[in-house]
């Protein structure tokens, strides 16, 4: 039986898979593809550090409580597909760039994870108002709090 709550889970993954594919074409950088030096861009610095805050903060707002745990899922999905259809030769490495190496795309995918998790975390206390410990009754509606007392 799918719940309200697996719907906004599929929605958030959703949403921040759509985001952050959406996202790196728009700014029109590879963290896949290395070119010499001008490779670590400004635009670089986006894809890899404030699109991914960003990501994870939407999938937190949708998501809700717990959002800050979904929220490292969309950056690595999108840069393994990447990654696998640029090394699979679907789209083009153009002349005079590289694939980058499995290591150096691994610590980026990882930098752009933990950034994504710092957007879920503030997503989550954008959703909850405070980050801390709170009585559930100040927290949850009323008519949970309930069902859990009578569970």
């Known amino acids: 039986?799918?719940?309200?709550?697996?719907?906004?889970?599929?929605?958030?993954?959703?949403?921040g898979f759509?985001?952050?594919?959406?996202?790196?074409?728009?700014?029109g950088v590879h963290i896949e593809i290395f070119h010499g030096l001008s490779t670590f861009s400004f635009l670089w610095f986006l894809d890899v550090f404030?699109?991914?805050?960003?990501v994870g903060f939407c999938v937190a707002i949708v998501f809700g409580l717990g959002g800050k745990w979904l929220c490292y899922f969309p950056p690595f999905i999108v840069r393994m597909l990447s990654y696998y259809l640029f090394s699979s030769g679907f789209w083009q490495v153009?002349?005079?760039?590289h694939l980058m190496p499995m290591g150096w795309w691994g610590?980026?995918?990882?930098?752009?994870?933990?950034s994504s998790a710092i957007g879920g975390i503030i997503g989550e206390v954008y959703?909850?108002?405070?980050?801390?410990?709170?009585?559930?009754?100040?927290?949850?509606?009323?008519?949970?709090?309930?069902?859990?007392?009578?569970s």
């Open 1 to 15: 039986m799918i719940t309200q709550r697996h719907k906004n889970l599929m929605l958030a993954l959703f949403l």
């Open 94 to 97: 153009h002349h005079g760039e």
């Open 107 to 114: 610590f980026f995918v990882i930098l752009a994870i933990e």
């Open 50 to 54: 404030v699109l991914p805050l960003f």
């Open 18 to 27: 759509t985001i952050n594919f959406f996202g790196d074409r728009l700014l």
């Open 127 to 150: 959703v909850k108002s405070t980050y801390g410990r709170r009585p559930k009754s100040m927290v949850y509606k009323a008519r949970d709090v309930k069902v859990e007392e009578e």
